[in-house]
């Protein structure tokens, strides 16, 4: 007897999974429609249901959050890194420009020709330095975009290890696109599970 309740159990059991496969399919249908024409011709019948049964238990729900969370403070970290380096550049600038302000102020009149004269061979390593600033600038930027690329071959690599439609690493700017298209979708499945509850989407 035992083993027809849990044979009944069973059955219940993919019932629900076959439901609520069925509604995350129809939803993400529904959201498909948001997308340019071009986007949702690539996203086929399969992709969805494989999509929609990748999002079944929810842990791709929670990978997803995790990766965004990362994201945002990778993102915030780099930005401070680079405005770190502005403002020491601007620090430098203004230092550089009081230095030569309070120099004319306090000198004599019949001096002031062979301060500029000094201020300006001054301002020859100057030019140099600012060179050498928009250089800095440069490799940070550089950096910034290698360590962007990085994150995002992780989070392609982490959601192809999970089951997720659609997703491998590459660098393919259309593929790219729409792998960001599917990382919307799951997003707003995500909001209207939260708003809504998670048995309806």
């Known amino acids: 007897m035992d083993r027809y309740a849990g044979a009944g159990d069973e059955a219940a059991d993919r019932a629900r999974q076959q439901e609520r496969h069925y509604q995350l399919l129809s939803a993400l249908q529904s959201l498909v429609k948001e997308l340019p024409s071009s986007f949702q011709q690539r996203l086929s019948y399969t992709t969805l249901s494989d999509l929609a049964l990748a999002l079944l238990d929810g842990t791709v729900f929670e990978i997803v959050q995790g990766l965004l969370e990362i994201q945002h403070l990778t993102e915030k970290s780099l930005y401070n890194q680079r405005l770190r380096l502005q403002n020491e550049h601007r620090v430098l600038r203004q230092t550089l420009r009081q230095k030569h302000l309070e120099a004319q102020q306090s000198c004599r009149p019949h001096n002031l020709p062979v301060l500029q004269a000094a201020q300006q061979r001054e301002l020859e390593p100057w030019q140099a330095m600012e060179h050498r600033i928009r250089e800095e600038q440069q490799a940070m930027d550089r950096k910034i975009v290698l360590e962007l690329d990085r994150k995002v071959a992780d989070q392609q690599s982490t959601l192809e290890k999970a089951g ?21 979708l799951i997003r707003k499945l995500q909001q209207r599970g939260c708003q809504v509850g998670k048995a309806v989407l």
């Open 164 to 184: 997720v439609a659609g997703f491998y690493v590459t660098t393919n700017p259309q593929e790219l696109t729409l792998q960001m298209n599917l990382l919307e």
